[in-house]
């Protein structure tokens, strides 16, 4: 059994290479010799996202707070507390919150043979972050 006390690892802001707006990190677990599994605690602040990315072995988001948004190329949909959305490996896709609600979700994902969780696109732009939403 490994433990990690709360609180010995501190809240980072999310990298500006991979978010649009102010979004807060906290790692759960990373990738190592015991779990190829990688999760941690995003919070998002009012019309913050992810840039497009994929992941290579796919990625679990469970929405804890708020409201927010998950898109694929094909559309946009509003995800809220208690959500589970399970992106398959290599989908190209963005979540973030919503234009005027925090949100936040876990994410988990299990690292690749190379340990790599996610490869980062471009920018999700104000077009495509403001069409038109479906519900879930």
Do not use: C
């Amino acid at each position: 059994m490994k433990f990690t006390k709360n609180g010995s690892r501190a809240t980072m802001n999310g990298p500006a290479d991979w978010f649009t707006g102010k979004v807060l990190v906290d790692n759960v677990k990373s990738p190592d010799e015991q779990s190829a599994v990688g999760a941690g605690h995003v919070r998002f602040t009012p019309g913050a996202r992810t840039a497009w990315h994929t992941h290579p072995q796919g990625q679990l988001l469970y929405v804890t707070d708020g409201e927010g948004r998950v898109a694929t190329r094909d559309g946009v949909k509003v995800i809220r507390p208690g959500d589970s959305i399970f992106i398959k490996p290599g989908d190209e896709h963005w979540h973030g919150a919503a234009p005027d609600h925090f949100m936040a979700h876990v994410a988990i994902a299990p690292a690749d043979e190379d340990g790599n969780v996610a490869d980062w696109g471009e920018h999700v732009t104000d077009e495509e972050y403001n069409v038109k939403v479906e519900e879930a």
